[in-house]
Structures are given as C-alpha cells and as structure tokens.
C-alpha cells in the first residue's frame, strides 16, 4: 500500500508516495548529504547542476558496485567449477 512521505533535500521539502516509507527516507537523507557535500566543494552552483553532478557521481559508483558484483560472480563461478573438477577426478 503506498503512503505519502515527507523528505527535504538540500532544503527543499518534497511529498513522495511509497511503498517503503524508511528507504525513502534513508535514501533522500543520503542524497541530502551528498548534496550538500558537493555545494561546500562548488559554492555558487545552483541546485540543478549540484543535482546533475550528484546524479553521475551516484551513477558512477553504482556502475563500479555492479562491475565489482560482476568480477566477484565471476571469481566464484571459477572456485565452484574447479571444485566440482575437482570432485569429478575423486
């Protein structure tokens, strides 16, 4: 069932609609944070740009999470296929 949430990022308040009302609110404070922390690196930029920036650096790491995801599954799907040699050969 979806509910309204209020979060405020980089002090704009926003009314969102949710089916996990603690994730939003844990994610707008994360991206409140990140926010906030790029306008004490870029003072001056508006928010538009801080949101742009923000929203590759977030891009960023998640293509890095995923591709680190990947090499992980990978490296595994190895381990598995030498021990099941590995027991094939006992």
Known sequence: MSESVKVTILGSEYSLR??????????????DTELKDLQQKLPGKPPTTLAVLTALNISE?????????????????????NLCDALETR
Do not use: F, P, S, Y
């Open 18 to 31: 949710t089916n996990d009302e603690a994730l939003v609110k844990e994610l707008a404070a994360e991206l």
């Open 61 to 81: 790491q998640q293509v890095h999470a995923q591709m680190n995801e990947l090499r992980d599954i990978e490296r595994l799907a190895g381990e598995i296929e």
